[in-house]
DNA sequence: CCTACCGATCGGTAGG
DNA sequence: CCTACCGATCGGTAGG
Protein backbone atom coordinates (compact mmCIF):
# COMPACT_ATOMS: atom_id res chain seq x y z
CA UNK A 1 0.00 0.00 0.00
CA UNK A 2 1.22 3.60 -0.88
CA UNK A 3 2.39 5.73 1.67
CA UNK A 4 -0.48 7.78 2.60
CA UNK A 5 0.05 11.17 1.37
CA UNK A 6 2.01 13.80 4.18
CA UNK A 7 -1.15 16.35 5.06
CA UNK A 8 -1.02 19.69 4.65
CA UNK A 9 0.98 22.18 6.96
CA UNK A 10 -2.76 22.74 9.01
CA UNK A 11 -3.92 19.11 9.28
CA UNK A 12 -0.40 18.05 10.19
CA UNK A 13 -0.85 20.41 13.21
CA UNK A 14 -4.40 19.61 14.12
CA UNK A 15 -2.80 16.17 14.14
CA UNK A 16 0.20 16.68 16.24
CA UNK A 17 -2.35 18.86 18.75
CA UNK A 18 -4.68 16.31 19.12
CA UNK A 19 -1.57 13.51 19.89
CA UNK A 20 0.19 15.79 22.32
CA UNK A 21 -3.53 16.14 24.31
CA UNK A 22 -3.64 12.72 24.26
CA UNK A 23 -0.11 12.67 25.92
CA UNK A 24 -0.50 15.39 28.39
CA UNK A 25 -4.01 14.08 29.62
CA UNK A 26 -2.26 10.53 30.15
CA UNK A 27 0.71 11.64 31.73
CA UNK A 28 0.69 15.05 32.70
CA UNK A 29 2.39 18.35 30.64
CA UNK A 30 5.45 18.83 32.54
CA UNK A 31 6.38 14.73 32.28
CA UNK A 32 5.23 14.84 29.05
CA UNK A 33 8.79 15.45 26.35
CA UNK A 34 8.76 16.63 23.00
CA UNK A 35 10.51 13.59 22.03
CA UNK A 36 6.78 11.60 22.76
CA UNK A 37 4.78 13.80 21.13
CA UNK A 38 6.75 13.99 17.69
CA UNK A 39 7.45 9.85 18.15
CA UNK A 40 3.27 9.78 18.13
CA UNK A 41 3.03 12.00 15.60
CA UNK A 42 5.18 9.99 13.22
CA UNK A 43 7.84 13.04 13.12
CA UNK A 44 11.34 13.81 14.33
CA UNK A 45 11.79 16.12 17.07
CA UNK A 46 13.02 18.72 14.70
CA UNK A 47 10.19 18.35 12.39
CA UNK A 48 8.21 18.42 15.64
CA UNK A 49 9.60 21.88 16.05
CA UNK A 50 8.69 22.89 12.28
CA UNK A 51 4.95 22.96 13.30
CA UNK A 52 5.08 24.38 16.35
CA UNK A 53 7.57 26.97 18.26
CA UNK A 54 8.00 25.40 21.81
CA UNK A 55 6.14 22.89 24.30
CA UNK A 56 4.01 25.88 25.62
CA UNK A 57 2.53 26.70 22.11
CA UNK A 58 0.72 23.16 22.45
CA UNK A 59 -0.45 23.45 25.27
CA UNK A 60 -1.78 26.69 25.10
CA UNK A 61 -3.44 25.98 21.82
CA UNK A 62 -5.04 23.00 23.04
CA UNK A 63 -6.85 24.21 25.81
CA UNK A 64 -8.03 27.76 23.80
CA UNK A 65 -9.43 25.48 21.30
CA UNK A 66 -11.54 24.05 23.86
CA UNK A 67 -12.92 26.20 26.15
CA UNK A 68 -13.83 27.64 22.42
CA UNK A 69 -15.50 24.31 21.66
CA UNK A 70 -17.30 24.62 25.17
CA UNK A 71 -18.62 28.52 23.98
CA UNK A 72 -19.64 26.95 20.68
CA UNK A 73 -21.39 24.12 22.49
CA UNK A 74 -23.30 27.18 24.43
CA UNK A 75 -24.00 29.07 21.45
CA UNK A 76 -25.74 26.12 19.49
CA UNK A 77 -27.97 25.45 22.42
CA UNK A 78 -28.98 28.96 22.87
CA UNK A 79 -29.51 29.16 19.72
CA UNK A 80 -31.94 26.69 19.40
CA UNK A 81 -33.38 27.23 21.95
CA UNK A 82 -34.31 31.00 20.87
CA UNK A 83 -35.85 29.53 17.61
CA UNK A 84 -38.17 27.48 19.77
CA UNK A 85 -38.54 29.03 23.18
CA UNK A 86 -41.62 26.58 24.40
CA UNK A 87 -39.25 23.38 25.33
CA UNK A 88 -40.13 20.22 25.43
CA UNK A 89 -43.93 21.51 26.48
CA UNK A 90 -43.58 19.75 29.81
CA UNK A 91 -41.47 21.94 31.98
CA UNK A 92 -41.16 25.91 31.90
CA UNK A 93 -38.86 27.18 28.55
CA UNK A 94 -36.52 28.39 31.34
CA UNK A 95 -35.94 24.92 32.77
CA UNK A 96 -35.44 23.49 29.72
CA UNK A 97 -32.70 25.26 28.58
CA UNK A 98 -30.57 24.44 31.85
CA UNK A 99 -31.14 20.72 30.78
CA UNK A 100 -30.29 21.36 27.68
CA UNK A 101 -27.24 22.89 28.21
CA UNK A 102 -25.95 20.38 31.10
CA UNK A 103 -26.76 17.41 28.23
CA UNK A 104 -24.93 19.05 25.57
CA UNK A 105 -21.75 19.42 27.94
CA UNK A 106 -21.70 15.84 29.07
CA UNK A 107 -22.58 14.57 25.94
CA UNK A 108 -19.62 16.93 24.50
CA UNK A 109 -16.98 14.69 27.06
CA UNK A 110 -17.63 12.01 24.65
CA UNK A 111 -15.39 12.66 22.12
CA UNK A 112 -13.26 15.73 23.75
CA UNK A 113 -12.10 14.02 26.59
CA UNK A 114 -8.02 14.58 26.08
CA UNK A 115 -8.55 18.17 25.28
CA UNK A 116 -10.90 18.26 28.45
CA UNK A 117 -8.68 16.55 30.47
CA UNK A 118 -5.80 19.41 29.70
CA UNK A 119 -8.63 22.02 30.19
CA UNK A 120 -9.09 21.27 33.76
CA UNK A 121 -5.91 19.57 34.50
CA UNK A 122 -2.98 21.16 32.86
CA UNK A 123 -3.94 25.00 32.85
CA UNK A 124 -1.90 25.62 35.69
CA UNK A 125 1.70 24.82 33.38
CA UNK A 126 0.52 27.58 30.75
CA UNK A 127 2.34 30.63 31.19
CA UNK A 128 1.21 33.62 33.16
CA UNK A 129 -0.62 35.59 30.45
CA UNK A 130 -2.31 33.11 28.61
CA UNK A 131 -3.04 31.46 31.57
CA UNK A 132 -5.03 34.74 32.61
CA UNK A 133 -6.34 34.92 28.76
CA UNK A 134 -8.01 31.46 28.93
CA UNK A 135 -9.40 31.91 32.59
CA UNK A 136 -11.09 34.54 31.32
CA UNK A 137 -12.71 33.01 28.25
CA UNK A 138 -13.62 30.30 31.59
CA UNK A 139 -15.35 32.12 33.75
CA UNK A 140 -17.08 33.34 30.51
CA UNK A 141 -18.50 30.43 30.21
CA UNK A 142 -19.69 30.16 33.76
CA UNK A 143 -21.49 33.13 33.84
CA UNK A 144 -23.08 31.98 30.65
CA UNK A 145 -24.75 29.02 32.58
CA UNK A 146 -24.85 31.15 35.55
CA UNK A 147 -27.02 33.21 33.39
CA UNK A 148 -29.22 30.87 32.24
CA UNK A 149 -29.65 28.71 35.57
CA UNK A 150 -30.63 32.76 36.95
CA UNK A 151 -33.35 33.25 34.69
CA UNK A 152 -34.66 29.80 35.72
CA UNK A 153 -34.45 30.30 39.21
CA UNK A 154 -34.61 34.24 39.76
CA UNK A 155 -34.66 33.64 43.82
CA UNK A 156 -31.20 31.83 44.25
CA UNK A 157 -29.29 34.88 42.50
CA UNK A 158 -30.59 36.82 45.34
CA UNK A 159 -29.18 34.84 47.82
CA UNK A 160 -26.03 34.43 46.12
CA UNK A 161 -25.93 30.67 45.98
CA UNK A 162 -25.86 30.75 42.04
CA UNK A 163 -22.57 31.28 41.05
CA UNK A 164 -21.86 28.18 44.23
CA UNK A 165 -24.56 25.64 42.30
CA UNK A 166 -22.72 26.53 39.03
CA UNK A 167 -19.28 25.64 39.74
CA UNK A 168 -20.98 22.32 41.33
CA UNK A 169 -22.79 21.73 38.21
CA UNK A 170 -19.21 21.75 36.76
CA UNK A 171 -17.88 19.68 39.35
CA UNK A 172 -19.91 17.09 38.37
CA UNK A 173 -19.44 17.57 34.62
CA UNK A 174 -15.43 18.20 34.77
CA UNK A 175 -14.92 14.73 37.11
CA UNK A 176 -16.52 12.54 34.20
CA UNK A 177 -13.45 12.00 32.71
CA UNK A 178 -11.79 11.06 35.76
CA UNK A 179 -14.11 7.84 36.50
CA UNK A 180 -16.24 7.44 33.19
CA UNK A 181 -14.70 4.69 31.17
CA UNK A 182 -15.32 5.02 27.56
CA UNK A 183 -15.76 1.39 26.61
CA UNK A 184 -17.52 1.11 30.32
CA UNK A 185 -21.30 -0.12 30.38
CA UNK A 186 -22.39 3.51 31.36
CA UNK A 187 -22.19 5.50 28.47
CA UNK A 188 -21.92 9.69 28.28
CA UNK A 189 -25.64 9.71 26.63
CA UNK A 190 -26.76 7.80 28.94
CA UNK A 191 -25.28 9.77 32.03
CA UNK A 192 -25.96 13.47 30.65
CA UNK A 193 -30.28 13.57 31.62
CA UNK A 194 -28.88 11.77 34.92
CA UNK A 195 -26.40 15.21 36.09
CA UNK A 196 -29.67 17.05 34.60
CA UNK A 197 -32.41 15.60 36.83
CA UNK A 198 -30.07 15.16 39.88
CA UNK A 199 -29.26 19.16 39.26
CA UNK A 200 -32.53 20.28 38.25
CA UNK A 201 -34.54 18.78 40.85
CA UNK A 202 -31.59 19.60 43.28
CA UNK A 203 -31.51 23.63 42.84
CA UNK A 204 -34.83 24.36 43.69
CA UNK A 205 -34.48 22.56 46.66
CA UNK A 206 -31.55 24.35 48.63
CA UNK A 207 -31.90 26.61 51.48
CA UNK A 208 -30.31 29.65 51.07
CA UNK A 209 -28.18 31.26 54.30
CA UNK A 210 -28.06 27.88 56.67
CA UNK A 211 -29.98 28.86 60.02
CA UNK A 212 -28.81 25.51 61.20
CA UNK A 213 -26.52 25.04 64.19
CA UNK A 214 -22.73 24.53 62.90
CA UNK A 215 -19.76 23.71 64.64
CA UNK A 216 -18.72 26.78 64.86
CA UNK A 217 -19.78 29.72 67.88
CA UNK A 218 -21.67 32.40 68.08
CA UNK A 219 -18.63 34.94 66.69
CA UNK A 220 -20.70 37.23 64.79
CA UNK A 221 -23.84 37.27 62.94
CA UNK A 222 -24.79 34.67 60.75
CA UNK A 223 -23.04 34.69 57.73
CA UNK A 224 -24.33 36.50 54.65
CA UNK A 225 -23.25 33.86 51.98
CA UNK A 226 -21.24 35.68 49.45
CA UNK A 227 -20.30 34.61 45.51
CA UNK A 228 -16.65 34.38 45.37
CA UNK A 229 -14.67 34.96 42.88
CA UNK A 230 -15.08 31.72 40.73
CA UNK A 231 -11.85 30.36 39.51
CA UNK A 232 -12.54 27.46 36.84
CA UNK A 233 -9.25 25.85 37.43
CA UNK A 234 -6.35 26.04 40.21
CA UNK A 235 -4.29 28.78 40.29
CA UNK A 236 -0.29 29.10 40.55
CA UNK A 237 0.89 30.84 43.47
CA UNK A 238 3.86 33.08 42.86
CA UNK B 1 17.48 34.05 70.99
CA UNK B 2 18.30 30.20 70.85
CA UNK B 3 18.28 28.04 68.37
CA UNK B 4 15.04 26.32 68.09
CA UNK B 5 15.43 22.71 69.56
CA UNK B 6 15.58 20.08 66.69
CA UNK B 7 12.60 18.92 66.41
CA UNK B 8 12.09 14.84 66.86
CA UNK B 9 12.67 12.73 64.08
CA UNK B 10 8.66 11.98 63.52
CA UNK B 11 7.64 15.81 63.68
CA UNK B 12 10.54 16.76 61.03
CA UNK B 13 8.39 13.85 58.82
CA UNK B 14 5.40 15.60 59.64
CA UNK B 15 6.88 18.97 58.95
CA UNK B 16 8.57 17.93 55.41
CA UNK B 17 5.44 15.91 54.27
CA UNK B 18 3.08 19.58 54.84
CA UNK B 19 5.64 21.37 52.98
CA UNK B 20 5.74 19.32 50.23
CA UNK B 21 2.13 18.33 49.63
CA UNK B 22 1.48 22.48 49.57
CA UNK B 23 4.29 22.75 47.17
CA UNK B 24 2.89 19.66 44.96
CA UNK B 25 -0.37 20.79 44.86
CA UNK B 26 0.79 24.47 43.66
CA UNK B 27 3.19 23.46 41.22
CA UNK B 28 2.37 19.97 40.32
CA UNK B 29 4.37 16.80 41.62
CA UNK B 30 6.83 16.56 38.30
CA UNK B 31 7.38 20.40 38.03
CA UNK B 32 8.32 20.35 41.78
CA UNK B 33 11.95 19.99 42.75
CA UNK B 34 13.58 18.15 45.91
CA UNK B 35 15.57 21.69 46.41
CA UNK B 36 12.42 23.54 46.81
CA UNK B 37 10.93 20.88 49.26
CA UNK B 38 14.10 21.05 51.02
CA UNK B 39 13.84 24.67 51.04
CA UNK B 40 10.07 24.96 52.32
CA UNK B 41 11.12 22.89 55.37
CA UNK B 42 14.62 24.77 56.25
CA UNK B 43 16.93 22.07 55.44
CA UNK B 44 19.92 21.53 52.60
CA UNK B 45 18.51 18.62 50.17
CA UNK B 46 21.09 16.07 51.63
CA UNK B 47 19.27 16.40 55.20
CA UNK B 48 16.14 16.23 53.30
CA UNK B 49 17.35 12.52 51.77
CA UNK B 50 18.17 12.15 55.59
CA UNK B 51 14.11 11.86 56.24
CA UNK B 52 12.77 10.58 52.86
CA UNK B 53 14.28 7.78 50.94
CA UNK B 54 13.22 9.78 47.73
CA UNK B 55 10.94 11.97 46.09
CA UNK B 56 8.51 9.07 45.18
CA UNK B 57 8.05 8.44 48.90
CA UNK B 58 6.45 12.18 49.99
CA UNK B 59 3.67 11.54 46.69
CA UNK B 60 3.06 8.53 48.42
CA UNK B 61 2.85 8.95 52.22
CA UNK B 62 0.76 12.19 51.57
CA UNK B 63 -1.99 10.20 48.80
CA UNK B 64 -2.16 7.61 51.84
CA UNK B 65 -2.06 9.70 54.68
CA UNK B 66 -4.82 11.86 53.07
CA UNK B 67 -7.14 8.47 52.28
CA UNK B 68 -6.39 7.33 55.35
CA UNK B 69 -8.31 10.95 56.77
CA UNK B 70 -10.77 10.31 54.43
CA UNK B 71 -11.74 6.67 56.05
CA UNK B 72 -11.18 8.47 59.19
CA UNK B 73 -14.06 10.62 58.83
CA UNK B 74 -16.62 8.04 57.38
CA UNK B 75 -15.66 5.92 60.80
CA UNK B 76 -16.37 8.80 62.77
CA UNK B 77 -19.68 9.70 61.10
CA UNK B 78 -20.88 5.86 60.81
CA UNK B 79 -19.61 5.29 64.79
CA UNK B 80 -21.58 8.86 65.77
CA UNK B 81 -24.82 7.35 63.88
CA UNK B 82 -24.82 4.20 64.86
CA UNK B 83 -24.60 5.99 68.69
CA UNK B 84 -27.78 7.53 67.92
CA UNK B 85 -29.59 6.29 64.73
CA UNK B 86 -32.49 8.25 65.32
CA UNK B 87 -30.60 11.56 63.32
CA UNK B 88 -32.52 15.02 63.83
CA UNK B 89 -35.80 13.62 63.74
CA UNK B 90 -37.14 15.88 60.37
CA UNK B 91 -35.77 13.13 58.37
CA UNK B 92 -34.90 9.42 57.82
CA UNK B 93 -32.07 8.04 59.58
CA UNK B 94 -30.77 6.80 56.56
CA UNK B 95 -30.88 9.90 54.62
CA UNK B 96 -29.52 11.93 58.13
CA UNK B 97 -26.51 9.58 57.33
CA UNK B 98 -26.20 10.41 53.80
CA UNK B 99 -25.92 13.97 55.16
CA UNK B 100 -23.44 13.77 57.64
CA UNK B 101 -21.19 12.01 55.24
CA UNK B 102 -21.66 14.80 52.92
CA UNK B 103 -21.14 17.35 55.42
CA UNK B 104 -17.73 16.16 56.48
CA UNK B 105 -16.82 15.52 53.74
CA UNK B 106 -16.97 18.94 52.70
CA UNK B 107 -16.15 20.59 55.83
CA UNK B 108 -12.80 18.67 55.93
CA UNK B 109 -11.68 20.22 52.69
CA UNK B 110 -11.07 23.48 54.81
CA UNK B 111 -7.84 22.06 56.42
CA UNK B 112 -6.75 19.23 53.78
CA UNK B 113 -7.03 21.34 51.20
CA UNK B 114 -3.00 20.91 49.94
CA UNK B 115 -2.87 17.04 50.49
CA UNK B 116 -6.36 16.75 48.85
CA UNK B 117 -5.18 17.87 45.98
CA UNK B 118 -2.17 15.91 46.09
CA UNK B 119 -4.68 12.66 46.56
CA UNK B 120 -6.60 14.02 43.37
CA UNK B 121 -4.26 15.23 41.09
CA UNK B 122 -1.16 13.96 41.54
CA UNK B 123 -1.61 10.31 42.14
CA UNK B 124 -0.99 9.60 38.82
CA UNK B 125 2.37 10.53 39.20
CA UNK B 126 2.77 7.24 41.61
CA UNK B 127 4.80 4.06 40.64
CA UNK B 128 2.39 1.78 39.23
CA UNK B 129 2.08 -0.55 42.79
CA UNK B 130 1.41 2.01 44.94
CA UNK B 131 -0.46 3.81 42.17
CA UNK B 132 -2.92 0.38 42.55
CA UNK B 133 -2.67 0.21 46.46
CA UNK B 134 -4.04 3.20 46.46
CA UNK B 135 -6.73 3.34 44.38
CA UNK B 136 -7.72 0.06 46.20
CA UNK B 137 -8.41 2.28 48.74
CA UNK B 138 -10.42 4.96 47.50
CA UNK B 139 -12.40 2.48 45.60
CA UNK B 140 -13.23 1.46 49.09
CA UNK B 141 -14.19 4.89 50.21
CA UNK B 142 -16.40 5.18 47.51
CA UNK B 143 -17.89 2.01 48.51
CA UNK B 144 -18.71 2.96 51.36
CA UNK B 145 -20.59 6.84 50.40
CA UNK B 146 -22.72 4.07 48.00
CA UNK B 147 -23.51 2.04 50.67
CA UNK B 148 -24.32 4.58 52.66
CA UNK B 149 -27.04 6.07 49.62
CA UNK B 150 -28.22 2.38 48.88
CA UNK B 151 -29.16 1.58 52.03
CA UNK B 152 -31.25 5.80 51.48
CA UNK B 153 -32.89 4.74 48.35
CA UNK B 154 -32.37 1.03 47.42
CA UNK B 155 -34.38 1.02 44.56
CA UNK B 156 -31.43 3.29 42.64
CA UNK B 157 -29.17 0.19 43.53
CA UNK B 158 -31.27 -2.15 41.46
CA UNK B 159 -30.56 0.26 39.00
CA UNK B 160 -27.19 0.33 38.90
CA UNK B 161 -27.00 4.47 39.69
CA UNK B 162 -25.58 4.67 42.42
CA UNK B 163 -22.20 4.04 41.91
CA UNK B 164 -22.14 6.84 38.93
CA UNK B 165 -24.28 8.95 41.62
CA UNK B 166 -21.61 8.59 44.40
CA UNK B 167 -19.31 9.78 41.61
CA UNK B 168 -21.42 12.81 40.51
CA UNK B 169 -21.15 14.04 44.37
CA UNK B 170 -17.28 13.01 44.38
CA UNK B 171 -17.55 15.87 41.56
CA UNK B 172 -18.61 18.34 43.09
CA UNK B 173 -16.70 17.59 46.16
CA UNK B 174 -13.33 16.52 44.76
CA UNK B 175 -14.10 19.98 42.63
CA UNK B 176 -14.37 22.51 45.62
CA UNK B 177 -10.78 23.22 45.88
CA UNK B 178 -10.23 24.02 42.19
CA UNK B 179 -12.88 27.26 42.59
CA UNK B 180 -13.50 28.00 46.50
CA UNK B 181 -10.83 30.23 48.07
CA UNK B 182 -10.71 29.92 51.43
CA UNK B 183 -10.37 33.58 51.56
CA UNK B 184 -13.46 33.87 50.13
CA UNK B 185 -16.83 35.06 50.85
CA UNK B 186 -17.96 31.86 50.97
CA UNK B 187 -16.67 28.88 53.53
CA UNK B 188 -16.26 25.27 53.04
CA UNK B 189 -19.08 25.39 56.13
CA UNK B 190 -21.65 27.35 54.47
CA UNK B 191 -21.21 24.82 51.19
CA UNK B 192 -21.62 22.01 53.46
CA UNK B 193 -25.22 21.81 53.92
CA UNK B 194 -25.57 23.74 49.85
CA UNK B 195 -23.87 20.32 48.51
CA UNK B 196 -25.92 17.92 51.06
CA UNK B 197 -29.22 19.50 49.79
CA UNK B 198 -28.66 19.77 46.34
CA UNK B 199 -27.68 15.76 46.31
CA UNK B 200 -30.18 14.86 48.67
CA UNK B 201 -33.31 16.02 47.09
CA UNK B 202 -31.76 15.58 43.54
CA UNK B 203 -30.97 11.69 43.80
CA UNK B 204 -34.63 10.88 44.50
CA UNK B 205 -35.89 12.63 41.42
CA UNK B 206 -33.60 11.09 38.67
CA UNK B 207 -35.21 8.91 36.67
CA UNK B 208 -33.55 5.34 36.08
CA UNK B 209 -33.36 4.17 32.97
CA UNK B 210 -34.50 7.09 30.46
CA UNK B 211 -36.95 6.64 28.04
CA UNK B 212 -36.60 9.59 26.94
CA UNK B 213 -35.93 10.15 22.58
CA UNK B 214 -32.55 10.65 22.22
CA UNK B 215 -30.14 11.76 19.34
CA UNK B 216 -29.29 7.91 18.82
CA UNK B 217 -31.67 5.97 16.52
CA UNK B 218 -33.35 3.07 17.34
CA UNK B 219 -30.58 0.72 16.47
CA UNK B 220 -31.04 -1.75 19.70
CA UNK B 221 -33.02 -2.42 22.71
CA UNK B 222 -32.91 0.65 25.46
CA UNK B 223 -29.53 0.44 27.09
CA UNK B 224 -29.40 -0.64 30.66
CA UNK B 225 -27.69 1.59 32.47
CA UNK B 226 -24.48 -0.07 34.09
CA UNK B 227 -22.29 0.19 36.73
CA UNK B 228 -18.83 1.12 35.29
CA UNK B 229 -15.73 -0.07 37.63
CA UNK B 230 -15.50 3.52 39.44
CA UNK B 231 -12.09 5.43 39.21
CA UNK B 232 -11.90 7.95 41.40
CA UNK B 233 -8.86 9.28 39.70
CA UNK B 234 -7.56 8.83 36.42
CA UNK B 235 -5.05 6.46 35.19
CA UNK B 236 -1.98 5.87 33.44
CA UNK B 237 -2.04 4.01 29.83
CA UNK B 238 1.31 1.97 29.69
C1' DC C 1 30.52 4.91 67.13
C1' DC C 2 25.98 7.22 66.55
C1' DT C 3 22.72 11.02 64.95
C1' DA C 4 22.07 14.82 62.33
C1' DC C 5 23.56 17.50 58.96
C1' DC C 6 26.62 20.25 55.25
C1' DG C 7 28.96 21.76 50.62
C1' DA C 8 29.79 19.93 46.40
C1' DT C 9 28.98 17.25 42.65
C1' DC C 10 27.72 12.85 40.45
C1' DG C 11 25.27 10.40 36.11
C1' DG C 12 21.52 11.06 33.15
C1' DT C 13 18.11 13.58 30.60
C1' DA C 14 15.13 17.40 29.67
C1' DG C 15 13.67 21.12 26.07
C1' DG C 16 15.33 23.29 22.28
C1' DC D 1 13.54 16.13 7.70
C1' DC D 2 17.74 13.76 10.54
C1' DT D 3 22.07 13.47 13.47
C1' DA D 4 24.33 15.66 16.54
C1' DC D 5 24.60 18.41 19.95
C1' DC D 6 24.01 22.77 23.52
C1' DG D 7 23.04 24.99 28.30
C1' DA D 8 20.46 23.96 32.43
C1' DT D 9 18.93 21.47 35.71
C1' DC D 10 16.94 17.36 37.52
C1' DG D 11 16.95 13.54 41.55
C1' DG D 12 20.05 11.47 44.28
C1' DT D 13 24.67 10.60 46.80
C1' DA D 14 29.56 11.13 47.70
C1' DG D 15 33.13 12.34 51.60
C1' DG D 16 33.69 14.40 56.02
Redesign the pocket.
Known sequence: MARPR?PGHHDQRTAILGHAAALFAAQGYPS????QVADAAG?????L??YVS???QLLREIAHAQVDALHASVDEVIAAFEADPAGSADEPPERALVRALIERLVAGYAGQADALRVLTDEVRYLDADAQDRLRQRQRELVSRLAGAITRWQPALAEAGLVKPLTMLLFGMVNWLFTWLRPDGGLSHASLAPLVADLFIHGVPCVRPPVPRASKSGPDGPAPSVQTAQPLPSGDLPP
Open positions: ATTMTLSKATYHDKQ
